[in-house]
Protein backbone atom coordinates (compact mmCIF):
# COMPACT_ATOMS: atom_id res chain seq x y z
CA UNK A 1 0.00 0.00 0.00
CA UNK A 2 1.01 3.44 -0.84
CA UNK A 3 2.14 5.32 2.08
CA UNK A 4 2.07 8.56 0.65
CA UNK A 5 -0.15 11.34 1.89
CA UNK A 6 -2.89 12.10 -1.52
CA UNK A 7 -2.29 15.60 -3.20
CA UNK A 8 -4.01 18.04 -0.77
CA UNK A 9 -7.29 19.20 -2.18
CA UNK A 10 -9.07 22.45 -1.48
CA UNK A 11 -10.56 23.31 1.79
CA UNK A 12 -14.56 22.34 1.29
CA UNK A 13 -16.62 24.79 3.89
CA UNK A 14 -19.99 23.92 5.90
CA UNK A 15 -23.09 25.91 4.73
CA UNK A 16 -22.18 28.17 7.33
CA UNK A 17 -19.05 29.55 5.87
CA UNK A 18 -16.97 27.36 8.52
CA UNK A 19 -13.29 26.13 7.29
CA UNK A 20 -12.49 22.49 8.72
CA UNK A 21 -9.24 22.66 10.90
CA UNK A 22 -7.73 19.17 9.56
CA UNK A 23 -7.67 17.59 6.16
CA UNK A 24 -7.42 14.33 5.64
CA UNK A 25 -9.35 12.50 2.74
CA UNK A 26 -10.50 8.84 0.94
CA UNK A 27 -12.38 8.02 -1.66
CA UNK A 28 -15.91 7.69 -1.78
CA UNK A 29 -17.23 4.87 -3.81
CA UNK A 30 -20.97 3.77 -2.64
CA UNK A 31 -19.70 0.83 -1.81
CA UNK A 32 -21.57 -1.87 0.99
CA UNK A 33 -19.16 -1.63 4.41
CA UNK A 34 -18.21 -5.54 3.49
CA UNK A 35 -18.87 -5.99 -0.13
CA UNK A 36 -17.02 -3.78 -2.34
CA UNK A 37 -17.19 -3.94 -5.90
CA UNK A 38 -13.48 -4.63 -6.35
CA UNK A 39 -11.09 -6.64 -4.63
CA UNK A 40 -8.35 -3.54 -4.90
CA UNK A 41 -10.36 -1.33 -3.35
CA UNK A 42 -8.83 0.95 -1.27
CA UNK A 43 -8.45 0.97 2.83
CA UNK A 44 -7.93 3.77 4.59
CA UNK A 45 -8.40 3.16 8.56
CA UNK A 46 -6.36 6.67 9.08
CA UNK A 47 -3.02 8.01 8.95
CA UNK A 48 -0.15 8.89 11.22
CA UNK A 49 0.99 12.77 11.25
CA UNK A 50 4.00 11.99 9.55
CA UNK A 51 2.06 10.92 6.23
CA UNK A 52 2.42 6.86 6.74
CA UNK A 53 -0.51 4.85 6.69
CA UNK A 54 -1.31 2.46 9.82
CA UNK A 55 -0.95 -0.46 8.57
CA UNK A 56 -1.59 -2.70 11.64
CA UNK A 57 -5.16 -1.73 12.09
CA UNK A 58 -5.52 -1.93 15.43
CA UNK A 59 -2.68 -0.31 16.92
CA UNK A 60 -2.34 3.00 17.93
CA UNK A 61 0.45 5.42 16.09
CA UNK A 62 3.03 4.65 18.94
CA UNK A 63 2.57 1.15 19.01
CA UNK A 64 0.86 0.46 22.15
CA UNK A 65 -2.67 -1.17 21.58
CA UNK A 66 -5.43 -0.10 23.76
CA UNK A 67 -3.86 2.95 26.02
CA UNK A 68 -7.25 3.66 27.42
CA UNK A 69 -7.83 0.22 28.88
CA UNK A 70 -10.05 -1.67 25.45
CA UNK A 71 -7.96 -4.98 25.16
CA UNK A 72 -9.14 -8.05 23.75
CA UNK A 73 -11.59 -10.10 25.89
CA UNK A 74 -8.66 -12.45 27.17
CA UNK A 75 -6.18 -9.76 27.92
CA UNK A 76 -3.93 -10.48 24.95
CA UNK A 77 -3.15 -7.12 22.97
CA UNK A 78 -4.41 -7.77 19.34
CA UNK A 79 -1.67 -6.12 17.17
CA UNK A 80 -2.81 -7.95 14.14
CA UNK A 81 -5.79 -7.05 12.94
CA UNK A 82 -7.97 -9.80 14.74
CA UNK A 83 -10.31 -7.42 16.49
CA UNK A 84 -13.74 -9.07 17.29
CA UNK A 85 -16.03 -8.03 14.27
CA UNK A 86 -18.82 -7.62 16.70
CA UNK A 87 -17.18 -4.83 18.18
CA UNK A 88 -17.83 -5.55 21.83
CA UNK A 89 -14.01 -5.87 22.78
CA UNK A 90 -14.50 -5.26 26.67
CA UNK A 91 -15.71 -8.32 28.45
CA UNK A 92 -19.40 -7.67 29.50
CA UNK A 93 -19.54 -4.05 28.00
CA UNK A 94 -21.63 -2.20 25.66
CA UNK A 95 -20.10 -0.71 22.52
CA UNK A 96 -21.31 2.32 21.24
CA UNK A 97 -20.43 3.63 18.00
CA UNK A 98 -19.51 7.50 17.59
CA UNK A 99 -20.70 8.30 13.90
CA UNK A 100 -19.20 11.79 12.69
CA UNK A 101 -20.13 14.38 9.56
CA UNK A 102 -18.51 17.64 8.64
CA UNK A 103 -19.80 20.08 10.60
CA UNK A 104 -18.10 22.54 13.07
CA UNK A 105 -18.52 20.80 16.08
CA UNK A 106 -17.16 17.38 14.46
CA UNK A 107 -13.50 18.87 15.76
CA UNK A 108 -14.21 18.20 18.95
CA UNK A 109 -16.01 14.30 18.54
CA UNK A 110 -13.43 13.20 21.14
CA UNK A 111 -15.22 14.91 24.41
CA UNK A 112 -18.17 12.28 23.33
CA UNK A 113 -15.61 9.48 23.34
CA UNK A 114 -14.67 10.26 26.80
CA UNK A 115 -17.81 11.11 28.35
CA UNK A 116 -18.79 7.47 26.97
CA UNK A 117 -15.91 5.28 28.09
CA UNK A 118 -16.60 6.99 31.90
CA UNK A 119 -20.16 6.09 31.65
CA UNK A 120 -18.83 2.16 30.67
CA UNK A 121 -18.79 2.18 27.15
CA UNK A 122 -16.79 0.73 24.55
CA UNK A 123 -16.39 3.16 21.91
CA UNK A 124 -15.67 3.42 18.36
CA UNK A 125 -15.49 5.73 15.43
CA UNK A 126 -16.68 6.32 12.49
CA UNK A 127 -16.69 9.18 10.03
CA UNK A 128 -17.80 10.46 6.46
CA UNK A 129 -15.09 11.52 4.58
CA UNK A 130 -15.69 15.29 4.73
CA UNK A 131 -15.40 15.19 8.30
CA UNK A 132 -11.83 13.38 8.66
CA UNK A 133 -10.84 17.39 7.39
CA UNK A 134 -12.06 18.10 10.80
CA UNK A 135 -10.41 15.45 12.74
CA UNK A 136 -7.37 14.95 14.64
CA UNK A 137 -7.48 10.62 13.33
CA UNK A 138 -4.43 9.91 15.61
CA UNK A 139 -6.08 11.33 18.78
CA UNK A 140 -9.40 9.67 18.42
CA UNK A 141 -7.38 6.34 17.55
CA UNK A 142 -5.53 7.09 20.52
CA UNK A 143 -9.02 7.78 22.72
CA UNK A 144 -10.91 4.67 21.47
CA UNK A 145 -8.28 2.44 21.06
CA UNK A 146 -8.93 1.28 17.40
CA UNK A 147 -8.84 3.14 14.32
CA UNK A 148 -11.40 5.19 12.94
CA UNK A 149 -13.04 3.80 10.09
CA UNK A 150 -14.53 6.44 7.56
CA UNK A 151 -13.69 3.54 3.64
CA UNK A 152 -15.38 0.48 2.83
CA UNK A 153 -12.79 -2.61 2.68
CA UNK A 154 -12.25 -5.31 0.53
CA UNK A 155 -13.27 -8.77 0.87
CA UNK A 156 -11.43 -10.58 2.65
CA UNK A 157 -9.93 -8.25 4.82
CA UNK A 158 -9.54 -8.74 8.35
CA UNK A 159 -10.24 -5.11 9.72
CA UNK A 160 -12.85 -3.78 11.49
CA UNK A 161 -16.02 -3.61 11.50
CA UNK A 162 -19.04 -1.49 13.72
CA UNK A 163 -22.01 -3.04 12.82
CA UNK A 164 -21.95 -4.91 15.85
CA UNK A 165 -22.50 -1.58 18.03
CA UNK A 166 -24.76 -1.80 20.70
CA UNK A 167 -25.85 1.93 20.03
CA UNK A 168 -25.10 4.35 17.88
CA UNK A 169 -25.01 8.78 18.11
CA UNK A 170 -24.70 10.78 14.82
CA UNK A 171 -22.73 13.78 16.41
CA UNK A 172 -22.78 16.44 14.77
CA UNK A 173 -25.21 15.23 11.66
CA UNK A 174 -25.02 17.61 8.63
CA UNK A 175 -27.72 18.80 6.41
CA UNK A 176 -26.76 16.84 4.03
CA UNK A 177 -26.34 13.27 5.96
CA UNK A 178 -29.87 13.74 7.60
CA UNK A 179 -31.19 13.97 3.93
CA UNK A 180 -29.22 10.88 2.82
CA UNK A 181 -29.92 8.64 5.93
CA UNK A 182 -33.46 9.68 5.45
CA UNK A 183 -33.79 8.87 1.84
CA UNK A 184 -31.60 5.40 2.24
CA UNK A 185 -28.59 7.00 0.26
CA UNK A 186 -25.52 4.64 1.41
CA UNK A 187 -22.57 5.74 -0.58
CA UNK A 188 -20.32 6.46 2.40
CA UNK A 189 -19.09 3.58 4.95
CA UNK A 190 -20.47 6.07 8.25
CA UNK A 191 -24.40 6.62 6.56
CA UNK A 192 -23.84 2.29 5.39
CA UNK A 193 -23.12 1.70 9.08
CA UNK A 194 -25.73 3.69 10.30
CA UNK A 195 -28.69 2.41 7.74
CA UNK A 196 -27.61 -1.18 8.78
CA UNK A 197 -28.02 -0.21 12.55
CA UNK A 198 -31.57 1.63 11.90
CA UNK A 199 -32.38 -1.72 10.08
CA UNK A 200 -31.08 -3.72 13.00
CA UNK A 201 -32.96 -1.82 15.51
CA UNK A 202 -30.44 -0.46 17.37
CA UNK A 203 -30.77 2.03 19.53
CA UNK A 204 -30.05 5.44 17.52
CA UNK A 205 -29.60 9.27 18.44
CA UNK A 206 -28.90 12.19 15.38
CA UNK A 207 -27.99 15.71 16.88
CA UNK A 208 -28.00 17.92 13.92
CA UNK A 209 -25.56 20.48 13.48
CA UNK A 210 -27.63 23.12 10.85
CA UNK A 211 -28.18 26.83 10.26
CA UNK A 212 -32.31 28.46 10.25
CA UNK A 213 -32.05 28.80 6.50
CA UNK A 214 -31.18 25.10 5.92
CA UNK A 215 -32.92 23.75 8.96
CA UNK A 216 -36.55 25.46 7.34
CA UNK A 217 -36.40 22.94 4.17
CA UNK A 218 -39.12 20.89 3.79
CA UNK A 219 -36.62 17.69 2.35
CA UNK A 220 -34.85 18.15 5.72
CA UNK A 221 -37.94 18.46 7.71
CA UNK A 222 -39.05 15.23 6.02
CA UNK A 223 -36.34 13.83 6.64
CA UNK A 224 -36.50 14.24 10.42
CA UNK A 225 -39.90 12.45 10.29
CA UNK A 226 -38.87 9.67 8.49
CA UNK A 227 -35.97 8.75 10.67
CA UNK A 228 -37.83 9.17 13.61
CA UNK A 229 -40.78 7.24 12.59
CA UNK A 230 -38.53 4.27 12.19
CA UNK A 231 -37.65 5.01 16.07
CA UNK A 232 -34.53 7.47 15.53
CA UNK A 233 -34.34 9.95 18.64
CA UNK A 234 -33.17 13.17 17.35
CA UNK A 235 -32.05 16.21 19.19
CA UNK A 236 -33.09 19.37 17.67
CA UNK A 237 -35.55 21.38 18.87
CA UNK A 238 -35.97 24.43 20.86
CA UNK A 239 -36.23 22.75 24.19
CA UNK A 240 -33.35 20.17 23.46
CA UNK A 241 -31.04 22.13 20.96
CA UNK A 242 -32.31 24.55 18.11
CA UNK A 243 -30.56 25.71 14.65
CA UNK A 244 -28.36 29.05 14.99
CA UNK A 245 -28.53 31.80 12.17
CA UNK A 246 -26.48 31.52 9.41
CA UNK A 247 -22.92 32.52 10.15
CA UNK A 248 -23.14 32.07 13.73
CA UNK A 249 -22.35 28.56 14.14
CA UNK A 250 -18.98 28.93 15.48
CA UNK A 251 -20.63 30.38 18.40
CA UNK A 252 -22.34 27.60 18.88
CA UNK A 253 -19.66 25.10 19.22
CA UNK A 254 -19.30 25.29 23.00
CA UNK A 255 -22.60 24.26 23.71
CA UNK A 256 -23.13 21.47 21.65
CA UNK A 257 -25.10 18.90 23.65
CA UNK A 258 -22.38 15.90 23.59
CA UNK A 259 -23.81 14.96 27.39
CA UNK A 260 -27.30 15.14 26.47
CA UNK A 261 -26.73 12.56 23.20
CA UNK A 262 -25.00 10.07 25.59
CA UNK A 263 -27.87 10.25 28.40
CA UNK A 264 -30.72 10.08 25.47
CA UNK A 265 -28.84 6.39 24.36
CA UNK A 266 -28.32 5.59 27.81
CA UNK A 267 -30.94 2.36 29.02
CA UNK A 268 -32.74 2.57 25.59
Same mark, same amino acid.
Given at each position: ????????????????? /?????????????? @????????????????????????????????? /?????? =??? *?????????????????????????????????? !?? @??????????? %???????????????????? =? !??????????????? *????? %??????? &????????????????????????????? #??????????????????????????? *????????? &??????? %? =???????????????? %?? !????? #????
Amino acid at each position: MNGDRPPARSVDRTPDG /QAPSHRHSTADDGR @GPDRPEHQNATVNYGRGRDGSVNTDRNESTDGN /QNTRGN =EST *DGNQNTRGNENTRGNESAGGRTLCVVVCAAGPAA !RA @GVLVGLAQRAG %WTVRVAATPHATRFLDLDEL =E !RLSGAPVRYDFRPVG *DPGPT %WTGADAV &IVAPASFNSVNKLAAGICDTYALTLVADL #IGRARPITVVPFVNTVLASRRPFLRAM *DSLRDEGVH &IIFDRDD %W =EPHPPGEGDRRLADFP %WA !RALTS #ITGR
